[in-house]
């Protein structure tokens, strides 16, 4: 084995081993999710040297160089002194929008609307560069494959999904079968495949290239309201329902590999961390729950909010979980050991119905029915800004890859850009 070069992985840190074996090409992944703004460059580079064979002593000060360019970005990336500020409104549907995401590189941005519409936007400029027309009603849920970004999956409440170019526009397959509204889809980590779940309480999984239907999923008895890949291999899948339980699925079988239970009322979200060993789910009941992937068992309950849990998010190293809520705050866990709560954010006067960390973890972006987003310190729980503007309930926002933009959406039938 021969090593070829490094590659930088960001969010979560770590460095990508890409070499030579047999002539072939192939890569390897190693995780360095404890790294931050004061680990010791020096001591990690031996780490790795002692424990990896792709690791020799010509590459020693090239690793180190990589390594501190990592250290560089988290602390680039820190939460003191970075204001945003409003760089373009997106303003050409005619309908309030439904969900909004940025492409890998930030450069692109898709926003879905009650106009039946999906449309693709350059970031930078802020032109509309496509608009997927098709669907029959609501387009609820966007996205696009990860890394590649070269396809777009939407999901609509015409109980259809379907699969776009988003350099041509064209439609490349319409994913059938459900019998209800398709209110979550999601592309597997390696774009192969894609899920769609519906409130005809089944969850399918396709053949993205063909579009055809691989399995449906059944088991839950209400609406399934959300569901994601595990975040590498993309063999597993997790739904979250109405009917209070989230379900655990293989996609290479049709059948459930495990029932999370314990909620008392309607799952809102659920979420895998990073390496997939931890579930989290959010619930009307007023708490979150974290769980063990592979015992597939409760690890901790937390009762904090006062009101419906209405969303949940890990950051990048899976280290915390945030939750928001309708009693108008967000808080933050640590999931390590003991679930502690870290922090409290307090000072939207409506719901928050949204939430997620910047890619670093040092901030936190809510979106509430009160028409604004904040930004928050995760470590303090002070915000750290207020991004206003909006003449309507924000239910939708994310930051970039890179952790330079946000996009929000709001029922004012716009989405801005803050830079």
């Given at each position: 084995?021969?090593?070829l070069?490094?590659h930088?992985?960001y969010?979560?840190?770590?460095l990508i081993?890409?070499?030579l074996?047999?002539?072939?090409?192939?890569?390897?992944?190693i995780?360095?999710?404890?790294?931050?703004?004061?680990?010791?460059i020096?001591?990690?580079?031996k780490r790795l040297?002692m424990?990896?064979?792709?690791?020799t002593e010509?590459?020693?000060?090239?690793l180190?160089q990589?390594?501190?360019?990592?250290?560089?970005?988290?602390e680039?990336e820190g939460?003191?002194g970075k204001?945003?500020y409003i760089y373009?409104t997106l303003?050409?549907h005619?309908?309030?929008?439904?969900?909004?995401?940025?492409?890998?590189?930030?450069s692109?941005?898709?926003?879905?609307?009650?106009?039946r519409?999906?449309?693709l936007w350059?970031?930078?400029?802020?032109?509309?560069?496509?608009?997927?027309t098709?669907?029959?009603?609501?387009?609820?849920c966007v996205?696009?494959?990860?890394p590649?970004?070269n396809?777009?999956?939407?999901?609509?409440?015409d109980?259809?999904?379907?699969?776009?170019d988003p350099?041509?526009?064209?439609?490349l397959?319409t994913?059938?079968g459900?019998?209800?509204?398709?209110?979550?889809?999601?592309?597997s980590?390696?774009g192969?495949?894609?899920?769609?779940?519906?409130?005809?309480?089944t969850?399918?999984l396709?053949?993205v290239?063909?579009?055809n239907e691989i399995?449906?999923?059944?088991g839950?008895?209400a609406e399934v309201?959300a569901l994601q890949f595990?975040p590498?291999e993309g063999?597993?899948?997790?739904?979250?329902?109405?009917?209070?339980t989230i379900?655990m699925w293989?996609t290479r079988t049709?059948?459930?590999?495990?029932?999370?239970?314990?909620?008392?009322?309607?799952i809102?979200n659920?979420?895998?961390?990073?390496d997939s060993?931890?579930?989290g789910?959010?619930?009307?009941d007023?708490?979150?729950?974290?769980?063990?992937?592979?015992?597939?068992?409760c690890?901790?309950?937390?009762?904090g909010?006062t009101?419906e849990v209405?969303?949940i998010?890990?950051?990048w190293?899976?280290?915390?979980?945030?939750?928001?809520s309708?009693?108008?705050s967000?808080?933050v866990?640590?999931v390590?050991?003991?679930?502690k709560e870290l922090?409290?954010?307090?000072g939207?006067?409506?719901?928050v119905?949204?939430v997620?960390?910047?890619p670093?973890?040092g901030c936190?972006?809510?979106?509430?029915?009160?028409?604004?987003?904040?930004?928050?310190?995760?470590?303090?729980?002070n915000?750290?800004q207020?991004?206003?503007?909006?003449?309507g309930e924000i239910?939708?926002?994310?930051?970039?890859?890179?952790?330079?933009?946000?996009?929000t959406a709001?029922?004012?039938?716009?989405?801005r850009?803050?830079r």
């Amino acid at each position: 084995m021969k090593l070829l070069k490094f590659h930088l992985r960001y969010h979560p840190p770590g460095l990508i081993l890409e070499y030579l074996q047999k002539g072939v090409v192939k890569s390897k992944d190693i995780d360095l999710l404890d790294l931050n703004a004061n680990s010791d460059i020096k001591e990690i580079a031996k780490r790795l040297y002692m424990k990896e064979v792709l690791i020799t002593e010509d590459v020693r000060e090239q690793l180190e160089q990589c390594l501190d360019i990592l250290k560089k970005r988290i602390e680039h990336e820190g939460p003191a002194g970075k204001r945003f500020y409003i760089y373009k409104t997106l303003q050409t549907h005619v309908l309030p929008l439904t969900n909004v995401a940025f492409d890998k590189n930030g450069s692109r941005c898709l926003s879905g609307s009650y106009d039946r519409t999906c449309k693709l936007w350059n970031v930078e400029t802020g032109k509309e560069l496509k608009s997927f027309t098709g669907h029959q009603n609501v387009v609820y849920c966007v996205g696009f494959n990860f890394p590649t970004c070269n396809r777009v999956l939407t999901g609509s409440f015409d109980k259809s999904a379907k699969i776009w170019d988003p350099e041509t526009g064209e439609c490349l397959a319409t994913l059938w079968g459900h019998r209800g509204e398709v209110v979550a889809a999601q592309f597997s980590a390696k774009g192969d495949l894609a899920a769609t779940s519906s409130m005809d309480h089944t969850a399918k999984l396709y053949d993205v290239r063909t579009g055809n239907e691989i399995h449906t999923y059944t088991g839950h008895t209400a609406e399934v309201i959300a569901l994601q890949f595990d975040p590498n291999e993309g063999q597993r899948m997790i739904t979250g329902s109405f009917d209070g339980t989230i379900s655990m699925w293989d996609t290479r079988t049709k059948d459930r590999v495990a029932v999370l239970q314990g909620h008392d009322g309607e799952i809102s979200n659920v979420q895998f961390n990073w390496d997939s060993s931890l579930v989290g789910s959010s619930s009307l009941d007023g708490s979150a729950k974290l769980w063990d992937a592979r015992k597939t068992s409760c690890l901790a309950t937390v009762a904090g909010h006062t009101d419906e849990v209405l969303d949940i998010c890990f950051d990048w190293a899976g280290k915390r979980m945030a939750t928001s809520s309708s009693d108008c705050s967000a808080r933050v866990y640590d999931v390590r050991s003991d679930f502690k709560e870290l922090a409290v954010m307090r000072g939207h006067r409506e719901e928050v119905s949204k939430v997620c960390f910047s890619p670093a973890g040092g901030c936190l972006l809510t979106a509430s029915a009160d028409r604004s987003a904040r930004i928050w310190n995760t470590t303090t729980g002070n915000c750290i800004q207020v991004l206003s503007g909006h003449q309507g309930e924000i239910f939708s926002c994310a930051f970039s890859y890179a952790g330079d933009a946000i996009i929000t959406a709001s029922k004012d039938n716009t989405c801005r850009i803050w830079r």
